[in-house]
């Protein structure tokens, strides 16, 4: 009984941490959701700084939009960039977005188009829908036409109604072989998604 106590006590001490971290969060994004931005940035700001990318990119947001501290797109890329190194989907689309505005950083379209895959291999719908109107005008990568296709119709299934139009027009363009073969492609993708819970932009 007592070695039960014991690990049960070390448990609670290992987990208490996280535990708190969690709280923290959650109370930084409900502050945010409520336009509480001074609570915020409290709370997110020491998440951020400790490498949690759910914190880094919701610091991004306050500097890209200017919601509780002055608008600085430098601050904003710093932050994002971090949170879309750890693999959050949402933060690799606000950075490819950046990128290719401009904003805070030289025009790159080619890394543009890099962000928007990573994004949308992440299950970010938003992301998706970029990458295929990038992918089917050539801007910073290859044109093809069949690969946009494809990308509007995941976007398209995972809930995004402005790609429905764009892959209806190229629908009405692409050969029977290159529709069948887009499709087959998008269902492996939207595949990999399952099983993956997409949330805040960020696969778990």
């Not at 700084?49 to 939009?65: I, K, L, S, T, W």
């Not at 895959?117 to 089917?136: K, M």
């Not at 036409?145 to 109604?161: F, H, Q, S």
Request: hydrophobic fraction near 45%; glycine fraction near 8%; include cysteine.
């Amino acid at each position: 009984m007592r070695v039960l106590t014991r690990l049960l006590v070390l448990a609670l001490f290992l987990f208490a941490p996280t535990l708190a971290l969690s709280a923290d969060l959650q109370k930084g994004l409900g502050a945010y959701a409520m336009g509480d931005y001074e609570t915020a940035l409290a709370e997110c700001m020491p998440l951020a700084e400790a490498g949690d990318a759910r914190g880094q990119f919701c610091v991004g947001q306050m500097y890209a939009n200017g919601f509780g501290v002055p608008m600085d797109d430098a601050e904003a890329l710093k932050w994002y960039s971090l949170a879309a190194a750890a693999g959050h989907a949402e933060a690799q689309f606000n950075l490819a977005v950046m990128y290719a505005n401009g904003w805070g950083v030289d025009m790159n379209d080619a890394e543009a188009a890099k962000l928007y895959r990573e994004a949308a291999e992440n299950g970010f719908p938003c992301a998706a829908r970029s990458l295929a109107y990038v992918v089917s005008r050539g801007i910073g990568t290859e044109e093809n036409p069949r690969e946009a296709y494809m990308w509007y119709y995941v976007a398209a299934e995972l809930g995004d109604t402005a790609s429905v139009t764009s892959r209806d027009e190229l629908e009405e363009i692409l050969s029977q072989e290159d529709l069948l073969a887009a499709r087959g492609m998008a269902q492996e993708v939207l595949e990999s998604f399952k099983g993956k819970a997409l949330q805040a932009g960020r696969t778990e």
